[in-house]
């Protein structure tokens, strides 16, 4: 079988950053314990579990704001994805010591958005409901920032007079799909002619699903690695699939191969989302590199000995 690695793919400089920053909080006796995340760092349980050998306890399940209520004392790190000003200062107002792992590129949008808003603008902000980014972006002007996430909420928009004049924004969170994201914007511009545009999709994000778009044309198959709360790895299935015109399959490790989707298969695409460790994906590849259609599972030992850094496994 042959195995196409795409590339780029995996880790972006903002995820580097982020879990740099966390293992460097982790390892000073000076920071004050316990030591908390609030939210997922990345979008990646192996991640996660990683850090929680460091001693980094992860909050997840609700709002940001929600999440701090949990924390007495202490650390907070914030992760990648930004958080709410209000979060920032209700955190400083209990006394915590505070750590931003915000990916640069997320902290641009934000400033994007305080600069539009005090020139008077509405923001309409394309993003994906319930994803933490667009909390954070949203929360930084509420009321004046709108959420939509597909030509259903634009149409269902109402803006304020102000906004109804053509003071509008239209700014994008950094993870979807740039094909997508064109659609949606140009029906807001069609709707608001005047409006400015902000495409905030970052570099990294850009480029791996235009090798995605571009190399898997090749395949019979694409697997991507990556966590299925990943925006940014989701949205690489969707271009395998939408663009490519390839089947595409979302896999979190080697173990969740399944053998039918390579039945018949002469040459599989391997990438990752911009939070998925190389180790991985590399297990992936050489999982691929040697199956044997007869005995598929035999490689799959290999999952067993995964080592992260500083797993201490």
Known sequence: MEVVAVSPRGYCYGVVDAMTLAQRVARDPKVPRPIYILGMIVHNRHVVEDLARQGIQTLDGGDRRTL???VRRGTVIFT???VAPE??????????????????DVTRTHEVIRDRVAAGCDIIYIGKKGHPEPEGAVGEAPGRVHLIEDA??????????????GKIAIVTQTTLSQWDTADLIAACKARFPDA????????????RQQAVAEQARAADVVLVVGDPRSNNSNRLVQVAQEVAGRPA?????VAAIRPEWLRGVRVVAVTAGASTPS??????????????????????????ALKLPGSGR
């Open 152 to 165: 259903d909420d634009l149409a269902q928009l109402r803006l304020s007079p102000r906004g109804a004049t």
């Open 249 to 253: 399959y979302l896999i979190d490790s």
């Open 80 to 82: 990648a994805h930004g």
């Open 68 to 70: 701090l209520k949990k």
């Open 196 to 207: 400015e545009v902000y495409n905030e999709i970052c570099l990294a994000t850009q480029v």
């Open 279 to 304: 180790q991985l994906t590399n297990q992936v590849i050489r999982y691929l590199q040697g199956y044997d259609p007869e005995a598929p599972s035999a490689a799959m030992e290999a999952d067993l």
């Open 87 to 104: 979060v920032k200062e209700e955190a400083r107002r209990k006394g915590l010591t505070c750590f931003d792992a915000t990916c640069p």
